[in-house]
């Protein structure tokens, strides 16, 4: 299967989006979280997944991250990079991958 | 040196002679039907027949093949006729068979009544009508069995009589192309033609002079194979001038039509195809290098096909591939399969590719199923195909069934559907896939039958079906792209590289999709998550889907942070545009094991 999922051109630039790069950066940005604070977030993700709303679902993200704190400068980057109006399908897959990635790193607390 | 050149050109012409399939499936056919023929009334096998084309092709092909083919359509099917009414009266709905069943059960039931009864003269009555039933209607009607069974092989023994007499009569030297009426009524005595579905209106069966006349038909048939047209016109309108072949002439026996092999095209039928007149026997002849004459191919194409009862439906089954050694092989292998299947009801498909198989993996050649080719007909009715089927194994499908451990685990019929209580529908998956049909949704049926415990899982055979699917999928996606070539290498290698992938995914997904059974310990609720999956993936929402696993999966912290269960759901599902369903369903199916 192709690594290159979402591939887009702007002006003379062509960007990539790895969706496995994508996990990763949720992966290290939220493994110093609390389980029960994650297990809630994962939730209200999910739930905004459903109902296709990507502006809700951004602005959930992104006040989560928003932490000078947190290691979130991966993740950031990404979202800077591709956050854009997607359609349905690339959106799913796009938010999926974020919540795996953030389930990934329950620690059973 | 000069005798081995003379060896050596007496072998060439000798391979000349060979009966060999020229790469029309249509002739090759006629050709295969030819050498059952020759078999069913001389009993010559393959072997022999070629023996007998290097040796003297031409008696074979005027004297032996003209009468024979007489002899099999007056004697061998007048013979075969009978014994068919008389199974038929056995077997028929309300036939012999099922009158003595019930007529015994009757006595049961009256047996048990009567060892019930307290009343004396209820009693009474009952053992008249018992005694009736058992010593008067059930004698009867076994001995009427009998006689019906005996009357069979009776008509058998007449048949290998007249077979045996036959062979004998016809093998003596003769000069076949100047025989008298006297003579040729002495090779097939009670001489009456009984009409073939395949030639109903070929002159040789719609013609009252020539049905009853083995003469006249034994020197028409010559003619033909002859392709002796002026000989066959005087001839026509000397012997029979009154009739309306003598009147209208040669027709199709010069340009063969549908009305001497239906799978033949008609001019008549289809007036704006034919730019030019179809082709002639001769030009047929030419091009295709026949070493026999054409009309013996053309009229001995329904011997090919092995006819078979299914469900009420007759089918008419014939594999073709271009060896004739191999098809020959095959289509015996099935016929005697066949025979012995009869009283296991096997599906047909099953009977005949485990003939393939066998055949294969004893000549280990793994080309042979790529170039195999099934055709199939109902019925032919007026000259006419009814629900007439050619069907390729594709090489994709081909490599992968000729692999041994993959074809074990696909070889299984799986219930897929509930008729009524009790009752379900079985596929065989290996027809299924060769006739490259999608094997998804009859395991997601399946799957949904086992979530409502109507029958139990076949787990390994559905992994191994979906995920042979899946990797086509896959392996077609990948060929869609636009640097893709038509004949990868993968191609040229046999798919041994898909094969080998497939293997190895079983291995990984069969370990990884079992941990989905630790996301709960309660039977119920993954019974209860198992059914939402299942009703995502019939709406096909990856969305849906993904939503319901990820929030049940949230509440179970161990799996989700199970890193390689989340890279697998990731890979297989997450990242997966192709066929996520497939690996959505791999996880159903191990939620509904428990």
Redesign the interface.
């Known amino acids: 299967m192709s690594e290159n999922y979402w591939e887009r051109v702007i002006g003379n630039a062509k960007q990539d989006l790895h969706l496995k790069d994508l996990k990763e950066a949720a992966l290290n940005s939220f493994k110093d979280e609390s389980d029960n604070y994650k297990q809630k977030l994962v939730y209200n993700l999910l739930e905004t997944v459903r109902n296709n709303d990507q502006k809700e679902f951004f602005y959930i993200l992104i006040k989560a991250i928003n932490k000078p704190k947190g290691n979130f400068n991966e993740l950031w980057k990404k979202l800077q990079n591709n956050y854009d109006i997607m359609p349905e399908e690339t959106f799913v897959n796009f938010a999926y991958s974020i919540i795996l990635g953030i389930m990934a790193t329950y620690r059973g607390e | 040196m000069k005798s081995i050149q003379g060896e050596v050109s007496q072998y060439n012409e000798n391979m000349q002679n060979q009966l060999a399939f020229t790469g029309n499936w249509f002739i090759d056919a006629g050709i295969l039907g030819f050498v059952n023929l020759m078999e069913e009334v001389y009993g010559w096998d393959l072997n022999e027949l070629q023996d007998r084309i290097n040796t003297d092709s031409h008696k074979l092909f005027f004297w032996f093949f003209p009468i024979g083919y007489l002899f099999y359509h007056s004697t061998i099917r007048g013979i075969h006729g009978y014994i068919q009414n008389i199974n038929k009266d056995l077997y028929k709905e309300n036939g012999l068979n099922q009158k003595i069943r019930e007529t015994e059960k009757e006595i049961k039931n009256l047996q048990d009544k009567i060892a019930k009864c307290n009343n004396e003269k209820e009693e009474k009555k009952l053992q008249n009508k018992l005694s009736k039933l058992e010593d008067k209607k059930l004698p009867e009607l076994k001995e009427k069995k009998r006689e019906a069974l005996y009357k069979i092989e009776e008509l058998n023994n007449k048949l290998v009589e007249e077979r045996k007499k036959f062979r004998e009569n016809t093998i003596k030297p003769i000069d076949y192309f100047n025989l008298g009426m006297a003579e040729i009524d002495k090779f097939l005595p009670n001489f009456s033609l009984r009409l073939p579905a395949i030639a109903r209106n070929f002159y040789l069966f719609n013609s009252k002079e020539i049905r009853n006349s083995p003469f006249l038909a034994f020197i028409y048939l010559q003619s033909l194979c002859w392709e002796n047209y002026e000989g066959l016109s005087e001839f026509i309108k000397e012997k029979i001038p009154k009739t309306e072949k003598a009147k209208e002439g040669l027709t199709y026996e010069i340009y063969p039509d549908s009305t001497i092999n239906p799978f033949l095209y008609s001019p008549s039928q289809f007036p704006n195809m034919g730019y030019t007149k179809p082709l002639k026997t001769l030009e047929i002849e030419k091009s295709l290098k026949l070493s026999l004459p054409i009309f013996i191919p053309l009229l001995c194409f329904e011997h090919t096909f092995e006819n078979y009862y299914e469900k009420g439906v007759i089918r008419n089954i014939f594999f073709y591939t271009n060896n004739l050694d191999l098809c020959y092989s095959i289509n015996k292998k099935m016929q005697i399969r066949k025979e012995k299947a009869k009283s296991k009801h096997q599906s047909l498909l099953k009977i005949t590719f485990n003939s393939i198989i066998d055949e294969l993996v004893e000549n280990k050649a793994d080309f042979s199923l790529e170039n195999m080719y099934l055709v199939e007909y109902e019925e032919i009715e007026n000259q006419k195909l009814i629900n007439v089927e050619y069907i390729g194994v594709p090489k994709l499908q081909a490599s992968i069934f000729i692999d041994d451990v993959l074809r074990e685990a696909l070889n299984i019929s799986i219930v897929h559907r509930k008729t009524k209580e009790n009752h379900f529908e079985l596929k065989w998956l290996p027809e299924e896939f060769i006739k490259g049909r999608p094997l998804y949704p009859l395991i997601l049926s399946h799957a949904y039958l086992v979530l409502n415990k109507e029958i139990k899982p076949s787990y390994y055979s559905s992994l191994y079906s979906l995920i042979i699917e899946a990797n086509i999928l896959?392996f077609r996606?990948e060929n869609e792209k636009p640097n893709s070539t038509i004949f990868s290498e993968n191609y040229f290698n046999n798919y041994k590289g898909l094969v080998q992938g497939i293997k190895e995914d079983v291995r990984r997904t069969s370990y990884h999709a079992s941990l989905i059974k630790e996301i709960s310990k309660d039977k119920d609720k993954k019974a209860r998550i198992a059914r939402d999956l299942i009703s995502a993936l019939k709406a096909k929402d990856?969305?849906?889907f993904?939503?319901i696993l990820?929030?049940n999966?949230?509440e179970s912290?161990?799996l989700?942070?199970n890193?390689s269960f989340?890279r697998w759901?990731?890979?297989k599902i997450?990242?997966?545009?192709?066929c996520f369903e497939i690996y959505g369903l791999i996880l159903v199916m191990n939620l509904v094991r428990g």
């Open positions: 896959y996606a990856k969305n849906l993904l939503n990820l929030k999966l949230n912290k161990e989700a942070s890193d989340n759901l990731m890979e997450v990242r997966n545009d192709a």
